[in-house]
């Protein structure tokens, strides 16, 4: 085996990001401190091909030298907005029409590997903040919680971790139903 040169990797260029089809996934990051989880979670959105970021509350916006260290130019490709408060953002979602999935623990919440997508359903995925968690006025407002089975001693993963996970996972289903669709 050989390793791959990033010249071999045929990844495509910053206009042609913006004009590919997008994955059906929102993200919304509800009063994340960490400018390099921000930027973390930003990298992982252009992989995906997610279709936009909120950024809410006191997290941090680019442009930004802390953000872009993980992000590594993924905000000139993330569409993304600032809004200050989730609640708004949530119900304007709802509005139109997306699936507000939290991602925590709680009651009731719906193990990601048992969570199922439906077809032609837009998602928003809401993370909190690193010590708190979501928000419960965000869960308030969410149609289900995704919680990521853990079986360790520790009570969370970092969230730049846990969006990593759970996008990954609801890419695959997404793209699994679109392959049998066709």
Not at 61 to 66: A, D, H, I, L, S
Not at 86 to 109: C, I, P, R, T
């Amino acid at each position: 085996m050989r390793k791959l040169a990033n010249s071999e990797l045929n990844r495509i260029n910053t206009d042609e990001f913006k004009d590919a089809t997008k994955t059906p996934l929102i993200l919304v990051l509800d009063d994340i401190r960490s400018l390099h989880n921000i930027g973390s979670v930003f990298r992982t959105s252009d992989a995906f091909l997610i279709e936009k970021i909120y950024l809410c509350g006191i997290t941090a916006t680019p442009p930004n030298k802390e953000i872009h260290k993980t992000a590594l130019g993924a905000t000139e490709t993330v569409v993304w907005e600032y809004a200050a408060d989730v609640v708004e953002v949530l119900e304007k979602l709802k509005s139109e029409g997306v699936s507000l999935q939290a991602v925590e623990q709680v009651v009731h919440s719906v193990m990601l590997n048992d969570f199922k997508v439906i077809p032609d359903q837009k998602y928003a995925l809401v993370f909190g903040n690193e010590v708190k968690g979501v928000s419960q006025k965000a869960i308030d407002r969410c149609d289900g919680v995704i919680e990521i089975p853990q079986l360790g001693t520790k009570h969370s993963l970092n969230i730049s971790v846990s969006a990593g996970i759970v996008v990954w996972d609801l890419f695959q289903k997404i793209n699994a139903r679109l392959s049998s669709a066709e």
